[in-house]
């Protein structure tokens, strides 16, 4: 077996040249490869195309690239708490694919696994299937391009007639990707939410760069626990559990104070 651990976030990411297309981790601020994104950004690479179910906020996670003008198109499913990437997409800096979730899950595991195109009922009767989307703005307010039309075709399903739209898959250069434990064969366990596009991300990049938080030696992973087999990844560099983790937004609920005579507190 082949021995993918790289000494730190910088050598990993070290050959990612300007243009390249990047799969990357993450759901919101969970699971976002951080210290390979900040290596990325120290080494100047830009106009690179992103495909990630969102671009992080303002300050962290892809936001940091988007803010530093490195992304020229992003491939996601949502964006709605950045305020700069609603400024670049209306300005016309940044060209936009919008991809239902489920159905940009399904395009990354698809590249992953060599199938071309897959069809599917999501998106049909809309501008996800007959085209129109605006993908790119002249900064004037009009649509400099839109997305074309896909191909619509019935099945029978059920005893019924139902329409699919085809939706081609996703590869990629490089992948990204975050993962609290890995070995030296680049077997990853992913922790919780973090688990989220994390592994589909790095079925699609020709070449998966993980950052994890515990390095340990092969064999030391429970086989049965394995989320993702080394197959997919060429790349392994450790950041340590003290790596910083955000929170995209807190949300907490009012302690509550015990009613006299209740018996329980806090």
């Known amino acids: ?124 009767g809309t501008q996800v299937a007959e085209g129109g989307l605006p993908q790119r703005y002249d900064g004037a307010g009009g649509v400099a391009l839109a997305s074309p039309p896909k191909h619509v075709r019935t099945f029978e399903r059920d005893g019924r007639s139902r329409e699919f739209v085809l939706e081609e898959s996703i590869t990629t250069d490089f992948a990204l990707v975050h993962a609290v434990r890995g070995d030296r064969h680049g077997n990853l366990v992913f922790n919780k939410a973090a688990r989220n596009f994390n592994p589909l991300a790095a079925m699609a990049g020709r070449v998966c760069i993980a950052q994890v938080e515990e390095l340990v030696e092969p064999g030391e992973l429970d086989a049965d626990g394995i989320h993702l087999p080394g197959i997919f990844v060429h790349r392994v560099v450790e950041v340590g559990t003290g790596i910083e983790k955000r929170i995209e937004r807190r949300t907490v609920s009012p302690s509550r104070q015990a009613s006299p005579g209740s018996g329980t507190g806090e």
């Open 1 to 124: 077996m082949i021995d993918k651990q790289v000494a730190t976030a910088d050598e990993a990411v070290a050959d990612i040249p300007d243009g390249a297309t990047l799969a990357v981790g993450g759901f919101g601020l969970s699971g976002n490869p951080i210290a390979l994104i900040e290596a990325l950004l120290a080494q100047g690479t830009t106009d690179l195309s992103i495909v990630s179910n969102n671009c992080g906020v303002d300050d962290w996670g892809l936001g940091v690239l988007l803010g530093a003008r490195r992304i020229r198109k992003m491939t996601s499913s949502y964006v709605g708490e950045n305020k700069e990437f609603e400024r670049q997409f209306l300005s016309g800096e940044l060209e936009v694919e919008l991809t239902p979730q489920g159905t940009l899950a399904e395009k990354l595991r698809a590249g992953g696994s060599g199938i071309a195109a897959f069809y599917t009922q999501t998106g049909v």
